[in-house]
């Protein structure tokens, strides 16, 4: 199955810095999610974005769906340590109605 | 809140032995998910169930089976567990509907086939 490329593999800032990540597809999707999964948990569910062009925020976070609707980007602003996690894009695919492709996932570490 | 739980947090099994692992949701979703994470890969769909008793491939189902008997619980069986199925296991719900895409996880259950 295709996989979304996601980017940066892995971060590591400092405690109060600003973090941005994207994903991005050479396929169109119809809706993007982003995930937060902490060590040993299942993934839980940031931002959902449906429309090309949307920008929604979630207290510090930013997400993004692209104009092109072929990528997407998480900013987190001011971060703090339980920021720590691996975050994952999302997409469905148009004509993939249910089923969504994941991005391999970005290792956030944060230092006080 | 919509929740998803997992009958094991940690399951320990010897490799041939078969393997039931279990998931719950609350919501009365239509949509239910398994599928396994492993590092370096991430989330891969195994089986997906758009109903009860319907069933779906996912892109790597060799060796597991899965069954939907009532709305809310959807099974994932190892009938023969190998060493190469030591992995996380993510079961996930979602409504259907194109409208209603988010997909909600379970905390997962970490498989280890000796």
């Known amino acids: 199955g295709q996989q979304l490329n996601q980017s940066p593999q892995s971060m590591f800032i400092q405690e109060g810095e600003d973090v941005s990540m994207n994903c991005t597809s050479s396929?169109?999707?119809?809706?993007w999610l982003w995930y937060k999964q902490d060590p040993g948990e299942g993934p839980v569910l940031l931002i959902a974005l449906y429309k090309a062009g949307e920008l929604t925020s979630n207290g510090r976070l930013t997400a993004q769906f692209g104009i092109t609707r072929k990528d997407s980007f998480l900013n987190i602003s001011a971060s703090i340590p339980s920021d720590v996690g691996i975050y994952f894009c999302a997409g469905q695919l148009s004509g993939t109605a249910s089923k969504l492709t994941f991005g391999t996932g970005t290792r956030l570490q944060v230092t006080l | 809140d919509v929740k998803v739980t997992q009958s094991s947090r940690y399951l320990v099994k010897r490799t041939g032995e078969k393997v039931f692992l279990e998931c719950v949701q609350d919501?009365?979703?239509?949509?239910m998910f398994w599928y396994r994470q492993d590092p370096g890969l991430g989330l891969r769909l195994i089986y997906f169930s758009y109903d009860v008793k319907m069933k779906e491939k996912g892109d790597i189902p060799e060796g597991y089976s899965v069954s939907r008997e009532k709305k809310e619980r959807f099974s994932l069986i190892l009938e023969s567990a190998s060493t190469n199925q030591t992995s996380m296991y993510l079961c996930?719900?979602?409504?259907?509907?194109?409208?209603?895409?988010?997909?909600?996880f379970g905390p997962g259950t970490r498989l280890t086939v000796l």
């Open positions: 396929s169109i999707f119809n809706t």
């Open positions: 919501m009365d979703h239509e949509n």
């Open positions: 996930a719900s979602s409504l259907a509907g194109s409208s209603y895409n988010e997909q909600f």
